[in-house]
């Protein structure tokens, strides 16, 4: 049961363009959606995250824009760059008294020169 | 400072076959994830420990996948019986438990590549 929907699974944008990368969740006992950021070889690290409680987040570059009625949130890459290049994951998980992480399936984001 | 690391890197093995895969989670770091990363796919959660015990490890296959934390800090994943299935990318993660924070950040390790031959 894939409890994270995310697309596209891949995306090419060119240099100072706007990266966007969707998510649907299906279970509305998720309170916390977090992004991850993971290059090859690397572990994923976390970019940005968001409680549904606000409909919007921005640090820097890295907006997420939530919808908690749809169940739907959205990474928007601002102005994105070269060094964007990577493969980002959307999460979501709920209030269990730890945090078991529900990953999407994965974004292969590319950034042109 | 020193991030979680994971031993080996990659790991080959034949069919059939026993393996173990180390996590040094950051030091300090109570909380401490497993995770498998199969080809193209994210993360799917295996297990969590809080200190020595394993708190919730309904994400573990079948039984032939064990994972240990003896003192509350390294902890060891055991897989019995190797199968070409469970080649994947095995990530640690591992946090504080800080109360009066909504969620505590999980940092990753980069992983153990297992290869199934």
């Known amino acids: 049961?894939?409890?994270?929907?995310?697309?596209?699974?891949?995306?090419?944008?060119?240099?100072?363009?706007?990266?966007?990368?969707?998510?649907?969740?299906?279970?509305?006992?998720?309170?916390?959606?977090?992004?991850?950021?993971?290059?090859?070889?690397?572990?994923?690290?976390?970019?940005?995250?968001?409680?549904?409680d606000v409909s919007e987040k921005k640090e820097g570059r890295f907006t997420?824009?939530?919808?908690?009625?749809?169940?739907?949130?959205?990474?928007?890459?601002?102005?994105?760059?070269?060094?964007?290049?990577?493969?980002?994951?959307?999460?979501?998980?709920?209030?269990?008294?730890?945090?078991?992480?529900?990953?999407?399936?994965?974004?292969?984001?590319?950034?042109?020169p | 400072g020193a991030g979680v690391s994971q031993t080996p890197s990659n790991k080959v093995t034949e069919k059939g076959k026993y393996v173990e895969l180390r996590c040094d989670p950051i030091s300090g770091h109570t909380a401490l994830?497993?995770?498998?990363?199969?080809?193209?796919?994210?993360?799917?959660?295996l297990i969590y420990f809080q200190g020595t015990g394993a708190a919730d490890d309904s994400g573990l296959p079948n039984d032939r996948f064990f994972a240990v934390r003896p003192e509350g800090s390294v902890s060891t994943l055991k897989i019995q019986r190797t199968e070409r299935g469970d080649s994947a990318v095995y990530l640690c993660a591992s946090s504080l438990r800080?109360?009066?924070?909504?969620?505590?950040?999980?940092?990753?390790?980069?992983?153990?590549?297992?290869?199934?031959?």
Request: charged share 15%.
């Open chain 2, 33 to 45: 994830y497993w995770y498998r990363q199969s080809l193209g796919q994210g993360p799917e959660f």
């Open chain 2, 98 to 117: 800080r109360t009066g924070v909504f969620r505590n950040e999980q940092f990753f390790g980069p992983g153990t590549r297992l290869t199934v031959l």
């Open chain 1, 1 to 52: 049961q894939q409890q994270v929907k995310q697309s596209p699974q891949s995306l090419i944008v060119q240099k100072g363009g706007i990266s966007i990368i969707n998510c649907a969740y299906e279970n509305t006992a998720f309170d916390y959606f977090p992004w991850y950021q993971q290059f090859p070889g690397k572990g994923p690290a976390l970019l940005i995250a968001i409680r549904p």
């Open chain 1, 64 to 112: 997420i824009s939530f919808n908690k009625s749809a169940k739907q949130f959205s990474l928007h890459i601002m102005d994105s760059q070269p060094g964007d290049s990577a493969t980002y994951f959307c999460a979501a998980s709920m209030n269990t008294g730890f945090q078991k992480l529900v990953f999407g399936t994965g974004t292969r984001l590319l950034v042109s």
